[in-house]
């Protein structure tokens, strides 16, 4: 390399240690190989000298000073028999330790060699091998303990879930009543987060933190992140990334605690904050959670081929990773490869222990594809592999509910009693889905409304409230509620569907056209919109434009129980265009039992189909079967002074249409 090369790269180099975060990055990788023995120190020292670059010569002063520390701990690494690592790929293992600085810090002793200890048998990655973990701390890293902290390092080790309480003694207090102490500060808060009491619960953070950074601010951070989860848990998003943001100030370097930030920043919709947060978890040492939380953002903003990209990124760099492979399953599903993701799930299944995640996956994947039974198998299986965890069950309740088998739905909500009053928030949103189906739109109601007296800050419920009074029917009161949310909530992005719905249902059909994507459907939400537009074009007269859609869906959808929704909309542009046996033909190409909550809509076309311009005659007559069905539709057309024309029936039946969406 020429002399003026060297010196821009010097120059950069220097830049680039003014960041703490790339400057750690760069110790990190330094401190976890030996220079070479004919390495030119001499000649590398005097010529950063001479272009006075401070930070940089300070840096390389210190590694060389230190290269016999560093030779040492390299060494004993290097000395770790390869059967400590029981097949896994050693060199995968030493790249993560490197990561997470633990050369540098044994090296250096800057980081403080407990801690360290307690980094490593904590990080996400390694845990997933344990035993080889323990084994290494044993061999190798376990020279460098702090010998008057030992009773630290021994709780870390075999307790590291109640990890939470400092070393030595804080203002008198033993380290176990310290621990104790925090515990019950702890569980005071999270009693008053669930209530919502905002002021008592700062108070009562501060009061912990002040405890905790008199003896390890390390720890602080995992108590303001464990706090943060149950805040999430109750439905209060805002709680969860105000004590996320004050871990990550209190300890810039934790990973998880910016991986959790990022998290929520995600499930906010502030998705370039979320990726700062994960740039930031990566450098501190936790890439796979970083690459897991890119590939979502990708995956919830339809970018298919980025969210693929990371999280094969993600699989190739930890190939025995179960999340980062069943994540990659998810996308697949997301985005409609159902084959792939069965056939990622059937391998998860088949080369790992049996996984709740793996099972549950592929029992919603065999349920898109139609094959219901094998999937309420999968996720039975699911269920009973998931010890007081109420998702499995929740999924399974859904399940039900989406095949018309309700009381089975409801009795899997009643499970819920049996568990943490923390997910009463995810069961009874499951209910009130449950009843809103069955139309009981007031018992619905009810219970909506008493979970928002209870989580007010839970956006899942403002959007099922006025998705509960689209469907019955209250098209402005539903209105309202979407524009609230709109107004109110960053992540009203989930709600534009709805809204769009809405104001088709109100007659603001330009207002709706733009809420909804041009692209080509890629997700689930994207069928629907497209099914939505379809609903559009008729309502403006533009039939052909209308069918195609229709035709699109009906023939690319690849969820099984979305078809029937096109062929309905096909069915409806075919009876406008009084091709009556077009119309039933349509109908009579899928098979409605794939989507029973739509079968009723489907006898209705069909009678109209069957009967054709006698349908009018036979509605006057109360010929038509006294279901649901038929009855909202008589009370509909009862409840208009005019008499009934075939083409105020094909409104209505437009109408009703729509509020299934």
């Not at 035993?131 to 702090?146: D, G, H, M, P, Q």
Request: aromatic residues 10%.
């Amino acid at each position: 390399m020429s002399m003026p090369s060297r010196e821009r790269c010097a120059l950069l180099a220097e830049e680039c240690l003014a960041d703490d975060v790339a400057r750690l990055f760069v110790l990190h990788r330094l401190y976890s190989k030996a220079l070479p023995a004919d390495f030119p120190a001499r000649e590398v020292s005097e010529f950063l000298g001479a272009l006075h670059l401070d930070a940089l010569e300070e840096l390389f002063d210190t590694l060389v000073m230190r290269q016999t520390s560093v030779r040492s701990c390299v060494s004993a690494w290097d000395d770790i028999p390869d059967e400590t690592f029981d097949g896994v790929d050693r060199n995968e293992v030493r790249a993560r330790v490197s990561k997470l600085g633990a050369f540098y810090e044994f090296a250096s002793i800057e980081g403080g060699s407990n801690n360290t200890l307690f980094k490593l048998l904590s990080d996400p990655v390694l845990r997933s091998h344990a035993a080889i973990t323990r084994k290494i701390v044993e061999f190798w890293a376990s020279k460098y303990k702090e010998k008057p902290k030992s009773r630290f390092f021994e709780f870390a080790r075999d307790s590291l879930a109640q990890a939470d309480f400092p070393p030595d003694e804080v203002d008198g207090v033993s380290g176990f009543n310290a621990f104790q102490q925090v515990k019950k500060q702890v569980s005071q808060i999270k009693s008053e987060i669930a209530l919502g009491n905002d002021e008592k619960v700062r108070r009562l953070v501060s009061d912990l933190a002040s405890f905790q950074k008199r003896s390890r601010r390390d720890l602080l951070s995992k108590s303001l992140c464990d706090l943060a989860s149950f805040a999430k848990s109750v439905g209060d998003l805002e709680r969860s990334i105000e004590l996320e943001k004050m871990a990550v100030q209190e300890v810039p370097n934790d990973a998880w605690a910016h991986i959790q930030l990022g998290n929520s920043l995600v499930a906010k919709g502030e998705f370039p904050a979320a990726m700062e947060e994960f740039r930031l978890g990566e450098m501190y040492g936790d890439e796979r959670s970083a690459l897991i939380g890119r590939a979502e953002i990708f995956k919830q903003i339809g970018q298919k081929a980025n969210s693929l990209e990371a999280i094969e990124r993600c699989v190739n760099l930890f190939p025995t990773d179960i999340v980062a492979r069943n994540f990659r399953a998810s996308v697949y599903a997301h985005f409609g490869d159902l084959q792939d993701a069965l056939l990622e799930y059937n391998s998860i299944i088949e080369e790992s222990l049996p996984n709740a995640f793996a099972f549950s996956g592929r029992a919603g994947v065999h349920h898109d594809l139609g094959n219901f039974e094998r999937g309420l198998i999968d996720q039975d299986l699911a269920v009973s592999l998931s010890v007081d965890d109420p998702v499995p069950i929740i999924q399974k309740a859904d399940m039900l509910r989406e095949r018309g088998m309700f009381s089975a739905a409801l009795s899997c909500v009643d499970q819920g009693k049996l568990l943490d009053h923390r997910w009463r928030l995810g069961f009874g949103a499951a209910k009130s889905r449950i009843l809103r189906d069955m139309r009981d739109w007031v018992r619905s109601r009810q219970v909506l409304e008493e979970l928002k007296q209870d989580f007010p800050k839970d956006f899942s419920l403002w959007l099922a409230s006025a998705d509960l009074e689209r469907r019955s029917g209250y098209f402005k009161k539903a209105l309202g509620l979407y524009l609230s949310i709109e107004e109110n909530f960053i992540q009203a992005r989930a709600a534009r569907v709805g809204i769009a719905s809405t104001l088709v249902a109100v007659g603001e059909l330009e207002s709706a056209l733009n809420y909804l994507n041009d692209w080509q459907p890629s997700t689930r939400a994207d069928w629907v919109a497209s099914h939505l537009k379809g609903m559009i074009y008729i309502k403006r007269g533009d039939l052909e434009a209308a069918a195609s859609i229709f035709r699109s869906g009906l023939d690319g959808c690849p969820w099984v129980q979305q078809r029937p929704y096109f062929a309905s909309g096909l069915a409806s542009v075919k009876l406008r265009e009084r091709s009556y046996s077009s119309a039933l033909e349509v109908l009579n190409s899928v098979n409605p039992n794939v989507a029973p909550l739509f079968s009723p809509s489907f006898e209705l076309l069909r009678a109209h189909a069957l009967q054709g311009p006698s349908f009018t005659e036979a509605l006057q007559a109360h010929a038509v079967e006294d279901d649901v069905v038929g009855r909202l539709l008589l009370d509909e057309l009862t409840r208009t002074p005019i008499s009934i024309t075939e083409e105020h029936i094909l409104d209505v039946e437009w109408s009703y249409l729509l509020t299934l969406a």
